[in-house]
């Protein structure tokens, strides 16, 4: 197992700084992405860090994850969460720990967001802690 960990954004998350700040906050994914190397330096993890807007690029990201043989997986599905069957599939199908990341906390918004897919086949979920739900999420993969 390697000391990488894979960090995998979905759809609308390249518009974060400018998308519903009011929901999701004024930090953009560069930002993020920027803690995030800072802390996995800290702990000792390379990362993998990539957003896309269409679903099979996440599909294939995570099998990049299992050949790699990364020790995790943090993915934020954004809408996909509530929608993919294939996202599902495709965390189901490799050995590695995948945990679910939220900006927001889904349980408090509306009833479509109540539901993850993804989340049925993740070790934990971090949400409701802003940008912090990805650091929170590092430190977790490090207890892996």
Not at 19 to 44: F, H, K, M, N, W
Not at 56 to 71: C, I, S, T
Not at 93 to 98: F, G, Q, S
């Amino acid at each position: 197992m390697s000391s990488t960990v894979f960090i995998l954004n979905g759809p609308n998350l390249n518009l974060l700084g400018t998308r519903e700040p009011e929901i999701y906050g004024s930090t953009t994914l560069a930002e993020i992405e920027a803690q995030c190397l800072e802390l996995a330096d800290v702990l000792g993890f390379e990362i993998v860090f990539r957003q896309s807007n269409h679903e099979g690029d996440l599909v294939d990201w995570l099998h990049e994850a299992q050949a790699a043989g990364a020790k995790a997986v943090l993915v934020n599905a954004a809408a996909y969460t509530h929608t993919s069957i294939a996202l599902l599939d495709a965390a189901k199908a490799i050995a590695v720990p995948v945990i679910e990341i939220h900006l927001s906390d889904p349980r408090t918004r509306e009833d479509f967001r109540h539901v993850s897919y993804i989340g049925e086949a993740c070790v934990d979920t971090v949400q409701g802690m802003g940008p912090g739900s990805y650091t929170e999420g590092l430190k977790r993969a490090s207890r892996l």
